[in-house]
């Protein structure tokens, strides 16, 4: 049987380490596979004008499934500033090459689950009755609508005529902005389709099925943002009578369910929500796992066979110029496994995840993070596991 060939991104900062030693534990675990390295990120922003070249999308296109590390993005103005001279004048605007991957290749399912580890010393605890301490088993799936709502990119600064002309149709923009000057108006939409809607909903109640959750929890605003958030849960509703009526559906609001996150994380199952909230609640039930060293994700499209895995965490740059590094390598090695659930190769991702819930629990390898030490460049001589360390780890356990 022929190796598959998977497309890895590296991207900037600590994504190139954190990859590495990911590709070195699925081998040690008996994953075979030829990586092909797709460019992306800031490099190629500054020297290329585009931080995801065609060639990039071209590898995807052809072999369908991507490890990537990490992005760097930054402001409008500083993004310019970095551009080789010569590309100053050619009009260009930065945007994140991982939404130009997710809007491009429709990667509009996102998966982000959030599980506790036994014996993680960053794990959620909280006081019970009287003088004890309890640690709430976490184990929520947030599957959160990839492409659309704030993150659909459809805004405008200083708007046009024609734009200005149509939001002045609507009596509220008249109310309350219609005496702005128009120079004065930056404008961001939120837009939800019934097609994208229903495919995320649906998403979330089968792995609820599959998975054997008791509840899929709609986490949006529907008694505010009454035309978007109203419509995915009127949308769940009607799925859950008709398709699912054995799975109970929850309705939270966004605010209040970060205030419950801490009260009673455990009740929860599947979470689903738009672009914005969905990114806000999944890092929150990703601190009471151990943060962003344990956040893992992955962005697929169940027609095309395109996915993405990642972790949630950023590029990191300070640490990235660290002479050894310090992050914690987990997030991206638990991004691999759900790569390997996808492509079938499940029974590769429980040993691996077996192997990092055993290094865990022992507690004698310990990240900077887990180790509750500042992330400064002497953690190492201070005891704390270098990303290296933590690999070599989980590869002796397995």
Not at 103 to 113: G, V
Not at 206 to 232: F, H, L, Q
Request: proline share 5%; net charge negative.
């Amino acid at each position: 049987m022929a190796k598959r060939t998977i497309i890895s991104m590296p991207g900037d900062g600590i994504g190139k380490t954190v990859l590495d030693e990911t590709i070195r534990v699925l081998g040690a675990a008996g994953f075979e596979a030829d990586y092909v390295e797709g460019d992306i990120g800031w490099k190629f922003w500054c020297k290329e004008g585009n931080p995801l070249p065609q060639r990039t999308i071209d590898l995807l296109e052809k072999h369908k499934i991507g490890l990537f590390g990490a992005i760097t993005s930054k402001p409008k103005d500083e993004a310019f500033d970095e551009l080789l001279p010569e590309l100053k004048e050619k009009g260009l605007v930065y945007s994140s090459p991982i939404v130009g991957l997710r809007q491009h290749f429709n990667l509009d399912i996102c998966l982000r689950p959030c599980k506790t580890y036994t014996g993680n010393p960053l794990n959620f605890i909280r006081r019970g009755q009287g003088e004890t301490i309890e640690e709430p088993k976490v184990d929520v799936a947030i599957f959160r609508q990839n492409t659309e709502g704030l993150y659909g990119g459809v805004e405008w600064s200083n708007p046009s005529p024609q734009v200005h002309a149509a939001f002045m149709t609507h009596p509220k923009f008249v109310s309350n902005f219609g005496e702005t000057p128009v120079d004065e108006l930056s404008i961001s939409t939120r837009i939800f389709t019934k097609k994208a809607t229903e495919r995320i909903l649906r998403a979330a109640f089968e792995y609820a099925d599959k998975y054997g959750y008791k509840s899929v929890t709609v986490c949006e605003k529907p008694n505010v943002i009454r035309e978007t958030s109203g419509m995915m849960y009127k949308m769940a509703q009607q799925m859950q009578k008709a398709d699912f009526p054995h799975i109970e559906l929850w309705n939270t609001n966004i605010d209040a369910q970060m205030m419950w996150l801490t009260k009673n994380p455990e009740n929860y199952g599947v979470i689903v929500a738009g672009n914005m909230f969905g990114d806000i609640v999944s890092d929150g039930f990703a601190g009471l796992i151990g943060g962003l060293g344990f956040a893992c994700s992955a962005q697929y499209n169940p027609e095309s066979g395109v996915a993405v895995f990642e972790p949630t965490h950023g590029s990191a740059p300070k640490y990235a110029d660290y002479p050894v590094s310090i992050v914690n390598p987990i997030a991206m090695v638990e991004s691999a496994c759900m790569m390997l659930d996808f492509i079938d190769e499940s029974t590769i991702a429980k040993k691996i995840r077996k192997a990092v819930a055993e290094v865990v629990a022992e507690g004698n390898v310990k990240t900077y993070d887990m180790a509750k030490m500042a992330g400064r460049a002497d953690v190492v001589e201070k005891g704390a596991a270098s990303t290296k360390e933590m690999a070599d780890a989980i590869i002796k356990k397995l």
